[in-house]
Nanobody, 117 residues
Framework: QVQLVESGGGLVQAGGSLRLSCTTSGRISVINARGWYRQAPGKQRELVATITSGGGTNYADSVMGRFTISQDNAKNTMYLQMNGLIPDDTAVYYC???????????WGQGTQVTVSS
């Protein structure tokens, strides 16, 4: 059973920084991509950033230049460094992993990020 556990969320003032972590446990044959998504109250879940097994990255326009996604394969952990946070970044952040024989999606339970103005 693959499980993803996020950590690192919290309350921060505008302009501040946070680093989210997502650790994967359980066996999976292949990991094709990992990513971070977020969902603000009353809004749909949206992509924040993704990273492939080869290290290729993709960012939402709204976070480009402020957020950095990375991974440590030896630790089965993915990170999201968030700098220059703004109130619009307030959301529950979810980590995602896509892989396995059926290339299915796995999700973490989410971690709250709140940015005060």
């Amino acid at each position: 059973q693959v499980q993803l556990v996020e950590s690192g969320g919290g309350l921060v003032q505008a302009g501040g920084s946070l680093r989210l972590s997502c650790t994967t446990s359980g066996r999976i044959s292949v990991i094709n991509a990992r990513g971070w998504y977020r969902q603000a109250p009353g809004k749909q879940r949206e992509l924040v950033a993704t990273i492939t097994s080869g290290g290729g990255t993709n960012y939402a326009d709204s976070v480009m230049g402020r957020f950095t996604i990375s991974q440590d394969n030896a630790k089965n952990t993915m990170y999201l460094q968030m700098n220059g946070l703004i109130p619009d970044d307030t959301a529950v952040y979810y980590c995602n992993l896509r892989g396995g024989v059926l290339n299915r999606n796995y999700w973490g339970q989410g971690t709250q990020v709140t940015v005060s103005s």
